[in-house]
């Protein structure tokens, strides 16, 4: 597949990388060639250093040739521009990232795929509500739901007072229990269950289960005792600190602690929520987190530009006796790290953008893929066509690959978990898990 990603910033060269290795033929463009030495050097990607909003830029690059169009420079003006430069010039299609939340809202989406723009990404909004999932739910890592919440994915880190450690999984996930571990995060390895494993303290374990029985696993992993988040601190105001207020719940009150003054003044203008407080100062000052009520807080977010001082603000929380805590962290490098000193939920906003790009990439009908910032592993919705592979006989009896577990599925509405018995059926929705390549394994199942 030919694509070209317009903007070598963070987003930019994340996706050049994750895409070079899979061999795809990947062109980068960004007009400040600086930007393009260490990626050129490095890996198997054609760089250009010519503005993406330019049509004789975007014709040297071969657009016209191009299977996917990307627009992630950091103004959203120009990417909605190259995309639709890009579109008219013969790109097959296109994806702009954008910094306005109209521009994410269904009903456009008919109106910007006729000015030649196929789709739009938004990582901070994205990310914003991803938090917001995780405090409400203080006691688990990830939170995501399917179908408007019929199904439910929850990674949990199970401690030594857990009710499930040491059960071979057979007796814990039997065709009739009310939820299925369908991964196993364990120091640097990322399991696919079978029935013989058993589970340890310190694994994030993965559930898939219904809205009904959240609370059996909340008492199963020893995480009772975990307190309903009602006041938070926010260390940062970035685009993405402001989405998580604005769509905090009634019963939440924040405190945004932001260092740069200009900046402070201006969330004042774009934080709509009423229980948010802006306070101009430096999240990382103990006296003033002291001075504040930290102590009283149940959560603690970090979500400056940069990743050793989220993670450092983070486990200086902790020490204050803040419960939940969630560390942005953007350098790739440093997640295993951050999830070794256990600082709690790791976001990265570059994963939203990838998870969005990947889902265009595939053939089958998916539409939803979430990448699983701490494990090497992916969950994918997957719509069932007529006559598809995967309804022709139980899933016991269909081959699928090793790296590969069906969760559940969704059929007239209602979640269902899946057991070796299940025949899917045409026009369900099925929730697969992935190791690293396991979706498009998966693909030929459900086309």
């Known amino acids: 597949m030919k694509i070209i990603i317009a903007g070598a910033g ?3 060269t994340h996706l ?6 899979e061999h795809h033929d990947i062109t980068l463009m960004d007009e400040n060639p600086e930007k393009l030495e260490d990626i050129s050097s490095n890996f198997d990607i054609l760089t250009l250093a010519l503005p993406p909003c ?3 830029a975007l014709k040297e690059a071969e657009v016209k040739k191009a299977d996917l169009f990307i627009g992630v420079t950091p103004d959203e003006a120009h990417n909605m521009t190259a995309c639709m430069l890009a579109s008219k010039i013969g790109a097959r299609r296109t994806v702009a990232r954008v910094d306005n939340y109209e521009y994410t809202l269904p009903e456009h989406s008919d109106f910007f795929r006729t000015v030649g723009i196929d789709s739009i990404i938004y990582p901070e909004m994205l990310a914003g509500m991803e938090i917001l ?21 929850l990674g949990v880190k199970v401690r030594e007072n857990a009710l499930i450690l040491n059960k071979p999984l057979k007796e814990l996930c039997g065709a009739d229990a009310p939820y299925h571990i369908v991964a196993i995060k364990r120091g640097d390895e990322t399991l696919i269950p079978h029935g013989n494993h058993s589970l340890i303290a310190g694994d994030v374990v993965y559930f898939m289960t219904t809205p009904d029985y959240i609370d059996i696993i909340r008492d199963a992993a020893g995480k009772e005792d975990y307190p309903e988040v009602g006041h938070l601190f926010v260390m940062g105001g970035s685009s993405t600190a402001v989405h ?3 769509h905090m719940p009634d ?3 924040a405190k945004i602690l932001e260092s740069n003054a200009t900046r402070a003044l201006q969330l004042n203008e774009v934080v709509k929520n009423n229980h948010t407080l802006i306070l101009h100062g430096d999240g990382r000052d103990l006296s003033l987190l002291e001075e504040e009520g930290v102590r009283k807080a149940q959560a603690f977010v970090a979500l400056t530009q940069h990743s050793e001082q989220n993670i450092l603000a983070c486990l200086a929380a902790k020490r204050l006796g803040v419960r939940k805590t969630v560390a942005m962290v953007e350098n790739t490098d440093y997640i295993s790290m951050a999830e070794s000193l256990d600082i709690g939920t790791i976001i990265n906003k570059k994963t939203f953008a990838a998870d969005h790009i990947y889902r265009m990439m595939l053939r089958a009908d998916i539409t939803t893929v979430k990448s699983l910032t701490v494990a090497n592993a992916d969950v994918a919705e997957f719509q069932t066509p007529a006559k598809a592979l995967v309804t022709r006989r139980p899933v016991k009896d ?21 057991n070796g018995n299940t025949v899917i059926e045409p026009g369900d929705t099925v929730v697969a898990f992935c190791l690293a390549g396991g979706i498009k394994k998966l693909e030929r199942f459900f086309k």
């Open 251 to 253: 019963h939440m009150h």
């Open 244 to 246: 998580l207020v604005n």
């Open 10 to 12: 963070a987003v930019g």
């Open 54 to 56: 330019s049509i004789s």
């Open 398 to 418: 269909l081959g699928l690959p090793d790296s590969v577990t069906l969760g559940g599925l969704v059929r007239n509405g209602k979640g269902v978990l899946i």
């Open 133 to 153: 999932h995780n405090i409400k739910r203080s006691w688990t890592r990830q939170w995501w739901e399917v179908q408007n919440g019929a199904l439910i994915l």
């Open 16 to 21: 050049a990388k994750l895409l070079s290795k």
